[in-house]
T-cell receptor
Framework: QKEVEQDPGPLSVPEGAIVSLNCTYS??????FMWYRQYSRKGPELLMY????GNKEDGRFTAQVDKSSKYISLFIRDSQPSDSATYLC????????????FGTGTRLLVSP | DTEVTQTPKHLVMGMTNKKSLKCEQH?????MYWYKQKAKKPPELMFV???????INESVPSRFSPECPNSSLLNLHLHALQPEDSALYLC??????????????FGPGTRLTVL
């Protein structure tokens, strides 16, 4: 079993839809949770960085962490064609340096 | 400025060539990373430098040799690579290591093709 599971998609939605992207994980030691957006042939761009359980909002993006269920989500409101990309979740443990453990990424396609 | 720059953008090399990838950040970050990313896969960590010292080597073959000349620069020296080493090589940096300091910012990558 992988430490982090993420549906690879593709997830296809019409412009303006609310998008929900999710990851599950197995290691309860993860404390820090990230979402990256990666356009084709480009480097990942950090969208959200959260600690422990709860919600964090930034513009059209909301990140949710439910540590009891080992489940994290990224919601995108009013999705745009420019949001079409691969979304990677990543997480790390708390003590000292810990490398990021990535999900496989979900490809999102937003059609005009 | 949350920018990490990488040069070159593209690199084609033969298996006997020696080349270097370069990465630079001016955010005052003290941890820098090299990742390798194959198509449709997540990034895989290769090396971590913390305060200009190599702190993690993820069992990377010796044909990849990292170097951190100063806190802003990170190089990856390549020699005798194999075609299966063709990938997108990503550099990242973070303020430090551990906890909230581990917020990593990635560069655009160098697309490497080994013939």
């Amino acid at each position: 079993q992988k430490e982090v599971e993420q549906d690879p998609g593709p997830l296809s939605v019409p412009e303006g839809a609310i998008v929900s992207l999710n990851c599950t994980y197995s290691n309860s030691a993860f404390q820090y949770f990230m979402w990256y957006r990666q356009y084709s042939r480009k480097g990942p761009e950090l969208l959200m960085y959260t600690y422990s359980s709860g919600n964090k909002e930034d513009g059209r993006f909301t990140a949710q962490v439910d540590k009891s269920s080992k489940y994290i989500s990224l919601f995108i409101r009013d999705s745009q064609p420019s949001d079409s990309a691969t979304y990677l979740c990543a997480m790390s443990r708390n003590t000292g340096f810990q490398k990021l453990v990535f999900g496989t990424g979900t490809r999102l396609l937003v059609s005009p | 400025d949350t920018e990490v720059t990488q040069t070159p953008k593209h690199l084609v090399m033969g298996m006997t060539n020696k080349k270097s990838l370069k990465c630079e950040q001016h955010m005052g970050h003290r941890a820098m990373y090299w990742y390798k990313q194959k198509a449709k896969k997540p990034p895989e960590l290769m090396f971590v430098y913390s305060y200009e010292k190599l702190s993690i080597n993820e069992s990377v073959p010796s044909r990849f040799s990292p170097e951190c000349p100063n806190s802003s620069l990170l190089n990856l020296h390549l020699h005798a690579l194999q075609p299966e080493d063709s990938a997108l090589y990503l550099c990242a940096s973070s303020q430090g290591s551990g906890g909230l300091n581990n917020e990593q910012f990635f560069g655009p990558g160098t697309r490497l093709t080994v013939l």
